[in-house]
């Protein structure tokens, strides 16, 4: 992969980072509103309040999936498995620019047991 390459993908890092951050700080402030705890397990109030808890914590993953990625840049190792150390396909890197890991080793931790802490 060229530098010149990387540092598009950084800048779309960057930008997928300042959005989520955005998305994050929305729901944080929507998670702020009152909910009465007298209320029913069904009450739709507490179902969207699950509903944005669960966003919140994708996008706290998917933050630090950037953050990683980001680190690989400086480090000079963007586009690298950090599992396997090949080259991440270009291809996936286009859809998912904070993938830190291989279609291979994505879907071989997806599947075995997910006890690294790996986030990609
Ligand atoms: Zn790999």
Do not use: F, W
Not at 25 to 31: C, F, I, M
Not at 98 to 116: D, M
């Amino acid at each position: 992969m060229t530098h010149r390459k990387t540092k598009l993908q950084v800048k779309k890092l960057e930008e997928e980072r300042d959005q989520a951050l955005l998305d994050l700080e929305r729901l944080l402030e929507a998670l702020k509103v009152e909910v009465d705890p007298d209320s029913d397990e069904g009450d739709p109030d507490l179902v969207e309040r699950e509903k944005v808890v669960a966003l919140v914590h994708g996008l706290e993953r998917k933050l630090e999936s950037i953050e990683a990625a980001l680190r690989q840049a400086q480090a000079g190792t963007y586009g690298i498995c950090e599992r396997c150390e090949k080259p991440i396909n270009p291809d996936r890197l286009e859809i998912l620019p904070e993938a830190t890991l291989c279609v291979e080793c994505k879907s071989l931790l997806e599947r075995g047991a997910r006890v690294s802490a790996v986030a990609a």
